[in-house]
């Protein structure tokens, strides 16, 4: 019983470390119906700019929040570039054209941000605690092992998911972006300035990309690989439903639990290594049931 | 006044429906098939050859196939390295379980295996739409990379799981020289091309083509979506799994399962949507476009005399590739085709507009 | 208007396009005639993308060493080295498109290729052979191209992936004392999903079986960067060592992980590409302990390191660092530019003091005998051991050392190694002819 609970939480922690990628995406489509793509390379970016600055300014009196700071303009900037040169330029495009267009982004920005910090690896070291900590020892023979750092990364997700969650339901900016994503036109009747709202979404999105990408990169080492983990993010979005911030985290959820498990149990059958695969054919399978994710909007067509 | 169908009279119902109605076009088509078929191999180095038409052709078809299910139907895929990937092992297993087999009877099987293959990854298209399924059709692309690593038999049980393919000779007749490569890829493109230009103005294509812009309506005046969607996916496997096949054997001859990994999917993807969705012309300009582009930013700065490091090169190729593609979708969202298309449309006036 | 203008914008892209086409063939057109005195050297190299960290100090030892060559020795017997860099990005088909552009350049073509990824050594192993290019795989490649009979074209010099797991096995043996005391003991194989890290399970197989310790292999699918199930496995089986068979960012990510379950990292052994600065460092200070296999080399500097210093570096030509002259990788770079050097130079003792064919070279190479006495005279003493290569052997040597990460820099724990041949090379013949067999490719007899 030890060894599965073990892996269990192992799969839930990991589960949450994607649901911090898939949260980016979700945050985007929801205001905009755009899949952004970029959103991994954004990862990238936002912790190459913090790992660098924090190297230039590491005789200052404060360089991890200097850099924060700096990396969060810089962030802002990036969202209003996207909105002025991509995203009003594109407006009213079929949503595939949008797509591209992010993938686009993701081009420039892994040519941008290796050209400007290097393409070196990066030690991120933001004093979150390395030591594994051992559980329930006297219940289960060798304990629970569990990382303390997906502990941290996962109460981060958790105070990211419920700032977010105050943030849509009470504020005023975020009522108006629950408004842009229920119908474009109709919130634009009333008043909401639709490109405002885009830039603040990108700008939130590259935060939750900032937040990914200290985490993951204080985890992997900040480097080009960590543009990658957007492909581990996106059973989970599936999964948890494209315009849910819930869906996300409970995806993730479910995505980690799952491969974590099948990689274990059932990986050594087959030959292993099925983590990868497995996450999108589980996704999949809830999929054929629910055919707009868990917590995804039905959208009812009409001819 | 150089693009004018006025002055030709259909007199009979074949001229009418032929596959290219207008002189131009005809004498368009003529001109680059001659272009193919006799100055480029009379012209072009090792070279141009190896490292741009042969991938060139094959990527154009894969993208043609790839199109014939994005463009034209509506679905969108990512998973079109696995079907190369398919295609790819299908070939050289019953290349190697069928000894003295004609190596285009193999492609025409594994294309035929893809298929199949495809038809099962298409399934889902029957209740998932969109983006939801562009991202399950990753499932098929990271199942295949991993069955092909993993399982033994694919790989005729080489230690590392790479694989070595032999010459192509068909009837005795070697493809050993990059010319003889280009033509055999140049004959299967422009055979498959055919296929396809005939296929969409057909009734399965107007089944589709219905299916994208509407798949309720669609459903309504008569059209059975899972078949619409099935043969899609199918013929659209076929064309991507011999690709596959060319991609193996004619221009890698040894591959291991990266090679067709997603980044594979991503640029044929991209090939269809900057060339143009829904347009088999497009298919073309897209894979020449996205083939020639990197390889052209790549050398630029060597050209101009610009001395700066070769990763600062591959950063600035990656940089403007990206906005190129963004400029590109802002200025002509339907791709390069459509932007041809306005230049037709164009050429009927000019150079008297009045 | 609007239209015009974006006719006007695409057709000036496609002309742009077209142009640099012609160029192209321009260039490939007057690429014979050039300084007879000259001996081409094509690059594959990676200074982008994921696996960045690792290939930039490679290239870089790479190049400083040709230039070293040509700034303080004037060339290689006054043949001036020239190179041309091309990224690959270590995707295979941007780097067949880099063998195709840059293999005819300089007065006589290319002189060797070392492509630095299994995928493009996959891709370039027949083109080569038309092409009469020898293809330089140090440390990597196919493990059964050590038989020159029938791999006329491929080297992988100082060490294959069977004589690294080979040596390993030795080593973990030595500490448990002796290799018959393996027996009932469990090694894990932490492995890259790719034929990379597939290339050591045959060789592993037939050791456990001989030794009747039990293998347990662990996949790590590619990138590498999500590893949480594969440690959890090692944390529940507990094998006494674990060998990691990773690369770029899945070693460093190996690392962290083994410390989250709890696995000491003095058992861990990784290859030689699992064994660098990049693989340790962002782990920090749970790399400590952490072991790996050596391709000949260690970190640090030796007499010919003050040579580029002063030379390459002191003229400001160094191509990255001065700080990282003497990683890892960075030597190992070097290492590859000496063998490629003194290949030349061997070669020249035949055919003249010229611009050599790949052909030419290819001979060099196969009659390569690096001394003890010539490593000394090159400033190399103590980085490697002689080399001599032979028809029938294109590895040239099969002795390592095993090093250790000790918190801030590398050092040797054992004394070098050498792969029993009589273990490895059975299965170099029998994988060697059967890819002649599948190939049609006919033996060359290396005895006469």
């Known amino acids: 019983m030890g060894p599965f609970i073990e892996v269990l939480i192992a799969g839930l922690m990991a589960g949450v470390l994607y649901s911090l990628v898939a949260l980016g995406f979700v945050l985007i489509f929801k205001a905009s119906g755009v899949f952004n793509f970029a959103q991994g390379a954004m990862v990238l970016f936002a912790a190459l700019s913090f790992v660098r600055l924090m190297e230039f300014l590491q005789n200052t009196f404060a360089p991890i929040l200097l850099s924060l700071a700096i990396t969060i303009v810089i962030m802002i900037v990036l969202a209003l570039l996207v909105e002025r040169l991509v995203l009003r330029p594109l407006v009213n495009q079929p949503p595939i054209s949008l797509f591209m267009a992010t993938l686009g982004i993701a081009y420039f920005l892994d040519g941008l941000g290796q050209s400007i910090w290097g393409s070196d690896i990066y030690t991120l070291d933001v004093g979150i605690p390395k030591e594994p900590l051992l559980l329930f020892e006297s219940v289960f023979e060798d304990g629970i092992l569990v990382s303390s750092e997906d502990l941290v990364a996962a109460l981060v997700a958790g105070v990211l998911v419920a700032g977010l969650a105050v943030f849509f339901q009470r504020t005023r900016i975020g009522r108006a972006l629950r408004a842009v994503a229920d119908d474009h036109q109709a919130a634009q009747s009333v008043g909401i300035p639709l490109n405002y709202i885009w830039v603040i979404v990108w700008t939130v999105a590259g935060l939750v990309a900032l937040v990914a990408g200290i985490i993951w990169g204080s985890k992997l080492g900040v480097q080009f690989s960590l543009s990658l983990i957007a492909l581990k993010a996106l059973p989970v979005l599936i999964l948890g439903g494209f315009e849910s911030v819930l869906g996300a985290i409970i995806g993730g959820l479910i995505i980690g639990a799952g491969e974590k498990l099948s990689e274990t149990y059932l990986g050594p059958l087959i030959g292993g290594g099925i983590e990868y695969w497995f996450a999108y054919v589980l996704a999949l399978a809830f999929l054929l049931f629910r055919p707009q994710g868990l917590f995804g909007e039905v959208h009812i067509d009409r001819v | 006044m150089f693009y004018r169908e006025a002055g030709q009279f259909k007199s009979s119902y074949a001229a009418d429906q032929a596959a290219f109605p207008i002189a131009q076009d005809r004498i368009f088509i003529g001109i680059w098939l001659l272009i193919g078929f006799v100055a480029i191999p009379l012209l072009s180095n090792e070279y141009l050859f190896r490292a741009i038409f042969i991938p060139f052709l094959i990527l154009a078809l894969a993208a043609l196939g790839l199109n014939l299910l994005v463009g034209y139907c509506g679905q969108v895929s990512l998973g079109t390295g696995a079907f190369m990937a398919v295609g790819a092992y299908a070939a050289y297993n019953f290349w190697i379980r069928i000894p003295g087999l004609n190596p285009l009877i193999a492609f025409v099987l594994a294309g035929g295996v893809a298929t199949l293959v495809g038809i099962v990854f298409g399934i889902p298209s029957l209740r998932i739409k969109g983006f939801y399924l562009a991202v399950a059709t990753l499932a098929a692309q990271f199942f295949m990379d991993w069955m092909f690593a993993r399982v033994g038999w694919f790989t005729n049980y080489t230690p590392s799981g790479s694989i070595a393919v032999p010459p192509i000779s068909v009837f005795g007749f070697e493809f050993d020289s990059p010319v003889r490569r280009y033509m055999l890829c140049l004959t299967i493109l422009v055979l498959f091309a055919i296929v396809a230009k005939n296929i969409v103005r057909g009734r399965i294509g107007r089944g589709w083509m219905a299916t994208r812009d509407m798949d309720v309506a669609a459903e309504i005046i008569g059209i059975r979506p899972m078949y619409a969607k099935l043969s899609a996916f199918a013929v659209s496997s076929f064309f991507i799994g011999v690709a596959g096949a060319l991609w193996g054997f004619v221009h890698l001859g040894s591959w291991e399962p990266l090679a067709f990994d997603i980044n594979r999917s991503f640029s044929i993807l991209f090939m269809v949507i900057i060339g143009g969705l829904g347009s088999i012309l497009g298919a073309f300009l897209g894979a020449a476009f996205i083939t020639v582009l990197p390889l052209f930013l790549n050398q630029l700065p060597i050209w101009l005399g610009i001395e700066i490091s070769t990763a600062m090169i591959s950063h600035i190729e990656f940089m403007i590739f990206g906005a190129l593609i963004v400029f590109f979708l802002a200025v002509e969202p339907l791709g390069l085709a459509r932007l041809w298309q306005i230049a037709k449309e164009k050429l009927r006036l000019w150079p008297f507009p009045y | ?448």
């Not at chain 3, 993308?49 to 060493?65: K, M, R, S, T």
């Not at chain 3, 080569?128 to 990597?140: E, R, S």
């Not at chain 3, 999500?226 to 090692?234: P, T, Y």
């Not at chain 3, 070669?347 to 690096?370: C, D, F, H, M, P």
């Open chain 3, 1 to 448: 208007m609007k239209l015009t203008w974006k006719l006007a914008v695409s057709t000036c892209a496609i002309a742009v396009l077209l142009s640099g086409c012609e160029r192209q063939e321009e260039e490939a057109a007057t690429g014979g005639e050039v300084n007879a005195a000259e001996q081409f050297v094509p690059l594959l190299v990676y200074r982008s993308g994921p696996y960045a960290p690792n290939g930039i100090p490679f290239a870089n030892g790479l190049v400083d060493y040709l230039n070293l060559v040509n700034l303080r020795d004037g060339g290689v017997n006054g043949v001036t080295l020239t190179y041309e860099e091309c990224e690959t990005g270590y995707a295979t088909d941007r780097g067949v498109e880099c063998y195709e552009r840059l293999k005819g350049k300089g007065p006589t073509g290319a002189t060797a290729v070392n492509p630095l990824s299994t995928g493009i050594t996959f891709a370039l192993t027949e083109k080569v052979a038309a092409d009469k290019i020898p293809l330089i795989t140090m440390g990597y490649g196919r493990s059964e191209s050590v038989d020159g009979s029938v791999f006329k074209w491929n080297f992988p010099l100082l060490g294959t992936y069977w004589t690294a797991a080979d040596i390993l096995v030795q080593h973990v043996g030595n500490l448990s004392g002796g290799l018959n005391k393996l027996e009932g003991k469990k090694i894990a194989l932490v492995y890259h999903d790719s034929p990379y890290g597939k290339e050591p399970i045959p060789l592993l197989e037939k050791r456990a079986k001989m030794h009747g310790f039990e293998l347990l292999k662990i996949p790590v699918t590619h990138p590498g960067v999500e590893q949480k199930a594969a440690w959890l496995q090692v944390r529940q089986n507990r094998p006494d060592f674990v060998f990691l068979w990773g690369w770029g960012v899945m070693n460093s990510t190996a690392i962290k992980e083994a410390a989250a379950v709890r696995y000491p990292r003095d058992q861990m052994y990784g290859v030689w590409w699992a064994g660098a600065e990049p693989d340790v460092t962002p782990a920090g200070r749970n790399s400590k302990g952490y072991n790996s296999i050596t391709l000949q080399h260690s970190s640090g500097r030796t007499a010919i390191h003050a040579d580029i210093i002063e030379y390459v570096h002191g003229g400001g030509k160094g191509a990255g660092p001065e700080k990282d002259v003497g990683h890892v990788l960075y030597n190992r770079g070097l290492i590859n530019a000496v063998l490629l050097v003194e290949s030349i130079r061997t070669a020249q003792g035949k055919y003249g003091e010229k611009s050599l064919t790949g052909e030419e070279v290819r001979w060099g190479i196969e009659n390569l005998n690096l001394t003890a006495a010539r490593i000394k005279e090159l400033g190399l003493e103590g980085m490697m051991q002689p080399v001599k290569l032979s028809c029938s052997d294109h590895e040239g040597v099969r002795r390592a050392r095993i090093h250790q990460w000790d918190g801030s820099d590398w050092q040797f724990v054992s004394d070098w190694i050498e792969a029993d041949n009589s273990v490895v090379r059975p299965m170099v013949d029998a994988a060697a002819d059967k890819y002649a067999k599948e190939k049609g490719i006919k033996k060359v007899n290396c005895t006469s």
